[in-house]
T-cell receptor, first 112, second 115 residues
Framework: RKEVEQDPGPFNVPEGATVAFNCTYS??????FFWYRQDCRKEPKLLMS???SGNEDGRFTAQLNRASQYISLLIRDSKLSDSATYLC?????????????FGQGTTLQVKP | DAGVIQSPRHEVTEMGQEVTLRCKPI?????LFWYRQTMMRGLELLIY????????DSGMPEDRFSAKMPNASFSTLKIQPSEPRDSAVYFC?????????????FGPGTRLTVL
């Protein structure tokens, strides 16, 4: 089983749609959770951290369910510029190393 | 403030040649990570350093790969000899654990093609 699993997609949605991505992680001891965004032929960039209480940044909402070891990202009112690959990321909990584990990514294509 | 800097941005070489990739982390960051990304395997951690010391190199694929960090502002990843299956995008990332966050900041990557 992969340490971080995501549906690779692609998710093809029209502008204005709401889309949700899910991710599961295998190590219950993980403490830090993130969503990174990666544009085509670019580097991954932090989109948002994910907090236990859930958090929102504009059109983006991230939620964490520790009991189910599940992370989600909701994008409302999709824009063409949201087209990218979204990487689910958790920390490797052993030894407080700063090491992160990246999922394979979910590709989103927003169409006009 | 400058982000993570990598060079070269693109490298095309022939099988058997030595390849050296370079990285300058964000000033003040004490962790440096080298990743490789391919379509098939996604983003893989190769090695990482803390305060210039290699901590975990378990992701380095084989002895042909080596990495060094001679000082806080410079690291290299070397492949010798290179093979076509090494073709990938190699990213360097850095992190400041003192900021109480695990957020890593990535460089623009080096796109390596081995013919």
């Amino acid at each position: 089983r992969k340490e971080v699993e995501q549906d690779p997609g692609p998710f093809n949605v029209p502008e204005g749609a709401t889309v949700a991505f899910n991710c599961t992680y295998s190590n219950s001891a993980s403490q830090s959770f993130f969503w990174y965004r990666q544009d085509c032929r670019k580097e991954p960039k932090l989109l948002m951290s994910v907090y236990s209480s859930g958090n929102e940044d504009g059109r983006f909402t991230a939620q964490l369910n520790r009991a189910s070891q599940y992370i989600s990202l909701l994008i409302r009112d999709s824009k063409l510029s949201d087209s990218a690959t979204y990487l689910c990321v958790v920390n490797a909990p052993s030894g407080n190393t700063g090491k992160l584990i990246f999922g394979q990514g979910t590709t989103l294509q927003v169409k006009p | 403030d400058a982000g993570v800097i990598q060079s070269p941005r693109h490298e095309v070489t022939e099988m058997g040649q030595e390849v050296t990739l370079r990285c300058k982390p964000i000033s003040g960051h004490d962790y440096l990570f080298w990743y490789r990304q391919t379509m098939m395997r996604g983003l893989e951690l190769l090695i990482y350093f803390n305060n210039n010391v290699p901590i975990d190199d378990s992701g380095m694929p084989e002895d042909r790969f080596s990495a060094k960090m001679p000082n806080a502002s410079f690291s290299t990843l070397k492949i010798q000899p290179s093979e076509p299956r090494d073709s990938a995008v190699y990213f360097c990332a850095s992190n400041d654990r003192g900021s109480s966050t695990d957020t890593q900041y990535f460089g623009p990557g080096t796109r390596l093609t081995v013919l």
